[in-house]
């Protein structure tokens, strides 16, 4: 029996390798011969560049660079030399965590530090991307990162606020490698730029856009807009997606020609797990909370969606810490709650009772699998 194993990771408790090192102990507990291969997974927000380079057998790295508020952190990317790629998670220098409550304006953040990421990437050899976007602290349209990789806004500066002053575009000291770059931004959204789904009227207010904030900003916003796709000769002044992480989505389709994709579909993409679904039995997937949600998006129905495509004999089994209100467009064929007894959240969220639920669960699945084949 040929089993694959993508299972999300379980936040704040297991990581997608844990959790598939678990599932693979309880399928070996009950079928010793089974051919298992477990994949990372993720959907483009927290853990994607962990779970690409772990997947690819790339290196992660640090680097000290500019934080959301101008400040210095301490961010991770990843990098996998041999296909001249990089993975980097917009949130690790501009994520909303980055700052205290009672400092969120998107008028005093920048994403600068992502383009400082991206720059010591291309230093590295560096000319494939994946960046994921979500999560971001920030709504400058991406001027932040576009002034790191070499770009001028004349006026302006490297903050939300400084969009109010930018006249006009400079690109002739901007990094030459980046003509030769090519950026698969994970985006899960599909907001406009401007407008009342538009980023500041939407994202605004979680990153501490007062009404005044949000109005004010709109109009900045779409003024650049104006100004680059008259600057970039684009055909198209807003598409969907453009929105996402206040404008981040605009300037790298814009300015680096970057390609917004749903996140599981870059990374199940990246990791190539079609190839080792086409012959595969079982699909064991899942993430902490299977419910309609699911359904939209995530990674776990990504895969099992991908895998019926490709596989339509393969059987497509979820597992979550809880299931409620799944969906049957998720692609599952069954879903399995982990827990096997009455326990706080705090208790079934520890690491170990996380794993021995995971292995024990999937050993009775497996088994009835078994069985059923033996038939």
């Not at 383009?115 to 976007?133: S, T």
């Not at 070499?150 to 000291?173: V, W």
């Not at 856009?209 to 916003?221: K, L, N, Q, V, Y």
Request: with cysteine; hydrophobic share 45%; glycine share 12%.
């Amino acid at each position: 029996m040929k089993i694959i194993v993508a299972i999300d990771s379980l936040k704040g408790s297991l990581t997608s390798l844990e959790a598939g090192a678990a599932a693979r102990d309880g399928i070996l507990s009950a079928a010793p011969n089974a051919d298992v291969k477990i994949f990372p997974l993720a959907d483009g927000g927290e853990g994607t560049c962990r779970s690409i380079i772990a997947g690819l057998g790339g290196v992660m790295k640090s680097a000290e660079v500019c934080g959301p508020l101008g400040d210095k952190v301490t961010a991770l990317f990843g990098e996998v030399p041999d296909k001249k790629l990089a993975v980097i998670e917009m949130a690790t220098a501009a994520g909303l965590p980055l700052v205290p409550d009672d400092k969120r304006n998107p008028l005093n953040t920048t994403t600068f530090g992502v383009g400082e990421l991206i720059r010591l990437a291309i230093l590295d050899g560096c000319r494939n991307f994946i960046i994921g976007i979500g999560g971001s602290a920030t709504n400058d349209c991406g001027i932040g990162m576009l002034t790191a990789l070499g770009y001028k806004f004349i006026s302006g500066g490297i903050y939300g606020r400084d969009l109010a002053n930018i006249t006009a575009i400079d690109a002739s000291d901007a990094l030459p490698a980046l003509k030769d770059c090519t950026f698969r931004i994970a985006c899960d959204v599909t907001n406009p730029l401007t407008g009342a789904n538009g980023c500041s009227a939407v994202y605004g207010p979680q990153k501490g856009a007062t009404p005044e904030i949000i109005r004010d900003m709109d109009g900045w916003i779409k003024t650049f807009g104006e100004l680059s796709t008259a600057f970039l000769k684009l055909d198209e002044s807003s598409v969907a997606g453009d929105g996402a992480a206040g404008g981040l989505g605009f300037a790298f389709r814009a300015y680096l020609r970057g390609n917004l994709q749903p996140g599981v579909d870059i990374v199940l993409d990246a990791l190539n797990i079609a190839e080792a679904l086409k012959n595969a039995d079982v699909l064991i997937t899942g993430e902490g909370r299977l419910d309609f949600q699911t359904a939209q998006g995530k990674a776990p129905s990504g895969v099992a969606k991908l895998a019926k495509k490709i596989n339509p004999h393969i059987v497509t089994i979820g597992l979550g810490g809880s299931v409620a209100d799944l969906s049957d467009e998720a692609g599952l064929d069954a879903a399995f709650a982990i827990l096997r007894k009455p326990m706080t959240l705090a208790d079934a969220m520890n690491q170990k009772t996380a794993t021995e639920n995971i292995s024990a669960t999937v050993k009775q699945i497996v088994k009835l699998i078994a069985q059923a084949r033996a038939r």
